[in-house]
């Protein structure tokens, strides 16, 4: 007996495909606080440049294990987002959208901003709460919203 073998990535996917495990050990918060500046903790990978956030161990686009340390932030451009109104997990609504960051890391995060100060391309900066991170609107003076 012929038996078939294990896939554990996405160039083909089999009967008993395995998750691949890429994701870094959370063993941080996936920010630091630097001087009063929030940035997020991300991995570049040392063979092909790529960026990822959360950390990773294997790259997104060799699979190399090659991964190091990074951070990034505080500042970032809004390039879409939605407001939720139903869940099941958490109180609504709420704001999530994705941050494009100057290294090229584009995240999903939760937007607080006041109503009416959000949209496309508007600049937003890290924030954070005790353990969680988010984005708000920099106003045009420079401060967060």
Do not use: K
Request: aromatic fraction near 8%.
């Amino acid at each position: 007996m012929t038996s078939e073998p294990i896939v554990t990535s996405g160039a083909a996917f089999g009967p008993n495909a395995l998750p691949y495990a890429d994701l870094a050990a959370p063993d941080q918060l996936p920010f630091e606080v630097r001087d009063s500046t929030v940035l997020l903790r991300g991995s570049v990978s040392r063979s092909s440049g790529s960026r990822a956030f959360p950390s990773r161990d294997v790259c997104p686009v060799t699979g190399a294990r090659d991964m190091e340390s990074m951070t990034f932030g505080p500042n970032g451009t809004l390039y879409s987002y939605s407001t939720v109104h139903v869940s099941s997990s958490r109180p609504t609504p709420y704001t999530i959208g994705y941050v494009d960051f100057d290294n090229g890391v584009r995240v999903l995060a939760v937007v607080e901003a006041p109503a009416g100060a959000l949209g496309c391309d508007v600049p937003v900066e890290l924030r954070t709460d005790g353990d969680r991170w988010f984005v708000s609107v920099v106003d045009t003076q420079g401060a967060s919203a």
